[in-house]
């Protein structure tokens, strides 16, 4: 089969190394791809939503599957331009990509198909929202309803703060069209996780649990990122709390979206809260998660590719998985002033001398080749990433290989995986 892969990242890399382990595959394709993709894909000049230029490729080359990475291009209804032209693709299509390109419309699925969430309300109105935060309890977040690249949500402790996001999104429109509209919810307390299910419209598989971190300093300390590192299993996700997640949310979810009328086939990321009251919805994410799958897939030992041809085909049902019961670690390499400002183009070195076979695999992400050498050309640059019979091990396997790399200005979190030592975990 010839594979076609949409995006540029860590995600990406991960999605394409496994897929390229399938018998399956005669040749893949990234658009546009990175550094490292470069090795096990042909890489195209073509932007990850460039829709009318992918298409083209797609059709030309006779693309049998394309899967597409990022939320962008599902947003805009890449899936639905291609069904319409008889190309297989795998995602969500336009209206049901609204799970996480409208947070105003999956807050109402939670609520009318009661959905474990924090309680919210949803505003347009300048004045109204500023009133609302004056006679409200604190702590509160303030969300903006579209797409923002993961800067759309503000934690607010006090007024002054809510006050703030409220005027910077509605007033200043800091997100254009995104923020027309904002969410104000209720402050969740508890320990997060990411559940990643993959859904025909029908039937739904269990991923790995996994849990990020988002801050981009040590002890959740400065801005939110995409993502700094993550860990499979997340002991927090027992088997309790993964089958209340999965009754309470994920089924109810996927099935409130086929009587809605919009089915839901592709990848569902829920992020959530484990509060003292149970697992609540913190986010629905339409796509895999950034660093979450460089963690998940290493521990898959099923193909991928046949999973996902099940999905698009709607065969999923009494599809199981086979899962490598030790745990892995990611800890993204970022460059220095990330997530604000970098600079571009340091020489990495020391890829050379990791063993990927024995010691760990490098995911790439904001990296460029040249010549014979890889320069970085983003934020979040490496993704290493180890397997360990613990987590304990995981994470020592992965600072090891962290050690041999390096570029001008390099940094990355040193307690990725941290929470989760001394735990039990079983999926
Ligand atoms: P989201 O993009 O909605 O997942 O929000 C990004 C991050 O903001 C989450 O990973 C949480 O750390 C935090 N967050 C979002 N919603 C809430 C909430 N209701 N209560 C507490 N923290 C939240
Ligand atoms: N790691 C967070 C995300 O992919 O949205």
Redesign the pocket.
């Known amino acids: 089969m010839k594979i076609l892969v949409i995006g540029s990242g860590g995600r990406e890399h991960a999605l394409v190394w496994k897929i390229a382990q399938s018998p399956m595959v005669e040749k893949i394709y990234c658009a546009p791809g990175n550094g490292g993709i470069e090795d096990i894909a042909q890489c195209l000049d073509i932007a990850a939503d460039d829709i009318n230029a992918l298409l083209d490729f797609a059709s030309r080359e006779e693309i049998d599957l394309t899967v597409v990475g990022p939320e962008a291009p599902l947003a805009a209804g890449i899936v639905d331009v291609f069904e319409s032209k008889g190309l297989k693709i795998f995602g969500p299509g336009k209206l049901a990509s609204r799970l996480e390109s409208s947070?105003v419309f999956a807050k109402n699925i939670m609520k009318k198909y009661n959905i474990p969430t924090?309680g919210f309300e949803e505003f347009t109105n300048l004045k109204s929202a500023l009133k609302f935060v004056k006679d409200a309890e604190r702590p509160l977040?303030i969300?903006a309803d579209g797409l923002c690249a993961?800067k759309g949500?503000f934690?607010c402790v006090n007024l002054e703060e809510q006050e703030q996001a409220i005027n910077s999104i509605l007033k200043d429109k800091a997100f254009g069209d995104s923020g027309g509209r904002i969410i104000i919810?209720?402050?969740?307390?508890g320990q997060?996780a990411s559940i990643i299910v993959i859904s025909d419209g029908d039937n739904v598989i269990t991923m790995a649990s996994s849990q990020d971190h988002?801050r981009v300093f040590d002890d959740d300390i400065g801005p939110?990122t995409g993502g700094m590192g993550a860990y499979s299993p997340a002991p927090v996700v027992t088997d309790e709390v993964l089958k209340y997640i999965q009754g309470k949310i994920i089924i109810p979810t996927i099935k409130g979206m086929k009587s809605e009328g919009t089915p839901f086939s592709g990848v569902l990321y829920t992020?959530v809260?484990i509060t003292a009251d149970g697992p609540k919805v913190?986010?629905f994410n339409v796509r895999f998660g950034d660093p979450e799958t460089q963690v998940i897939l290493p521990r898959l030992k099923s193909d991928l590719l046949e999973l996902i041809l099940k999905s698009v085909d709607k065969k999923l049902e009494g599809h199981t998985l086979v899962w490598d019961a030790r745990a892995c670690v990611c800890v993204v390499a970022a460059s220095g002033g990330y997530p604000g400002k970098y600079e571009k183009g340091k020489l990495i070195k020391g890829l050379s001398d990791v063993d990927c076979a024995k010691e760990g695999i490098v995911f790439h992400a904001g990296t460029k080749k040249q010549g014979d050498e890889i320069i970085t050309s983003g934020g979040r640059v490496l993704g290493v990433t180890s397997l360990g019979n613990d987590i304990k091990s995981a994470i020592d396997n992965t600072y090891a290989v962290l050690d041999k790399i390096s570029f001008d200005s390099m940094f990355f979190r040193r307690d990725i995986g941290k929470k989760a030592l001394g735990k039990v975990f079983s999926n």
């Open positions: 947070k924090a977040v969300k993961g949500v934690v919810e209720e402050c969740l307390a997060e988002k939110n992020g809260m913190l986010e």
